[in-house]
């Protein structure tokens, strides 16, 4: 027993942890093993930054990779192994059944396993919300625990309409998306040319729909309107060049194409809560963990 404390200690450190009758939130920064074990909540994992992390859920090897969650249902048995590269940052979500099942409005039901898939590719909307709840944790200028839990709310609810079970959740889910191949030119457009910031005029034109109907179409392809994919893939270069370069924040700014520095950060502070300033600071910080992490003892 007390080994597996001991585990447990040296595997993960989070900044922050945010707490409620939803369960618990937190950013870790983890390198070590953490043995088998299982609970009777939800766990929701996705990656931040650093190497990948290898896990096992059951008798299957996962991959905690870039653009992938790991959905966890209660007692099922995950363990993760010992990472040899850099450590990795994790966003843990632990959340309680019942309170998801009000949260969502679920039908009282003795099955639990409603996520069929344990890796699972993010969303745009999925990970739109991770980005949101990880700087509500890590930073300090949140005004409330009520904000860091409204954000929570969204990123629960995406994860539930995107990946579980329709036949266990179909009070909750819509009727579904469907395919579009000039939806799908949509999306490789923007994501091409986020740094121009595109309009949703201008996309909808280059894929030959009006503005009305590509819009329709979109947030029944996407799940969300075309303006959030656009601003999420402009919130995903932002963050790549507040983390990844040494850049002032002015020549930030105009290579996303604002005309005004203080147009960008009233853009970024809108989405993430927290001022690309202090976004970058904490950043650093978390890098500093890291790195000390990799120091030998």
Partial sequence: MGRREDL????????????????????????RALVA?????????????????????????????DGRALLINPWESHSKTDSTANPSVILSLVIEVEWLRSLLQLPESPATRIFPSSSVVCTPDVRHHVDRLAAAIT??????QDVSQAILQDLVRAVVRDFADPALTMSFRSSGKSADFRIRKALDYINANAAENPSVATVAAYVGLSRSRFFEQFKNCVGIPPQHYIDWTRMTLSIKLLTGSTKPLIDIALELGFEEHSHFTRFFTKHMAVPPSEFRRNSMVVEAQLAAELLPA
Avoid: C, M
Avoid at 10 to 30: C, E, H
Avoid at 37 to 57: N, V
Avoid at 139 to 144: E, F
């Fill in 139 to 144: 930073n300090s200028l949140i005004a409330s």
């Fill in 8 to 31: 447990s200690k040296d595997s993960a450190k989070p900044s922050r942890i945010l707490q409620g009758p939803f369960g618990r939130a937190s950013v870790n920064f983890t390198r």
């Fill in 37 to 65: 074990h299982a609970h009777a909540q939800y766990q929701f994992l996705f990656k931040l930054a650093g190497s990948d992390s290898f896990f096992r859920i059951g008798e299957t090897p996962y991959v905690l990779e």
